[in-house]
């Protein structure tokens, strides 16, 4: 897979996102997920575009795991514990 494509589905998820698509965020998120699971970007737009509460929590977690600094991630996964 290509970096660029990965790039545009992370961008083009993003901007969905943004714009209340959050089906076609999700598409788009999960392709950069299957493709490079590393992707802690990724991760953290797909923790706001997935609905279920666990699936969030998972999202934030792999944040977590990939980038403990995060302050996002970090944020979140307090809140979704609250």
Do not use: H
Request: aromatic share 8%; with cysteine; proline share 1%.
């Amino acid at each position: 897979m290509e970096n660029e494509q990965i790039a545009e589905w992370l961008y083009d998820g993003a901007v969905a996102l943004c714009e209340g698509d959050k089906a076609r965020a999700v598409e788009l998120l999960m392709r950069v997920v299957q493709a490079d699971e590393n992707n802690a970007e990724a991760w953290l737009w797909l923790s706001g575009a997935v609905d279920d509460i666990e699936d969030q929590m998972i999202a934030l977690e792999n944040v977590m795991a990939l980038d403990p600094g995060n302050e996002y991630a970090r944020q979140g996964l307090e809140w979704l514990s609250a």
